[in-house]
């Protein structure tokens, strides 16, 4: 995985890096999809992704923002990953800890959108929308 994580350029890097994880859920290689997943944030700012694996959700922001003091872009890069490691789960039926990473998600993104005077290069209401619709999902396959 590491021939994958160069970060001279860290938008587009990262933009390549998301495709690829895309690419390896669509062919349902989720063991390599979730170790590349890992992979990006301790190469590209000495993070360990587990370290959120027990934290309460509403403690995210509070670990991330103000404990790691990631960057914006970071914390862009969190989210998505925690959307992308979700999705993992999901399809392989984990629906909790599928429910937990979006949650998660959900959280960087409403914080960084709340954020005056920045400007992104995506549109938080089309990510918020999506996990609020996978986590509609997740409760319903939760219920069955």
Do not use: W
């Amino acid at each position: 995985m590491e021939d994958y994580l160069d970060f001279s350029e860290p938008a587009e890097e990262f933009n390549k890096l998301k495709n690829k994880i895309r690419l390896l859920i669509s062919e349902q290689l989720f063991d390599e999809a979730l170790e590349l997943i890992a992979a990006i944030p301790s190469k590209c700012f000495s993070f360990d992704l587990s370290a959120t694996n027990n934290l309460p959700v509403e403690d995210i922001m509070v670990f991330l923002h103000n404990h790691r003091q990631l960057n914006h872009f970071e914390l862009l890069m969190m989210g998505d990953l925690f959307m992308l490691e979700g999705e993992v789960y999901y399809k392989l039926k984990q629906f909790s800890q599928s429910k937990n990473l979006y949650e998660k998600s959900q959280k960087v993104f409403t914080f960084l959108s709340t954020l005056k005077g920045k400007t992104f290069p995506i549109k938080f209401e089309e990510k918020l929308i999506k996990i609020q619709v996978m986590l509609r999902t997740i409760n319903i396959e939760i219920k069955q």
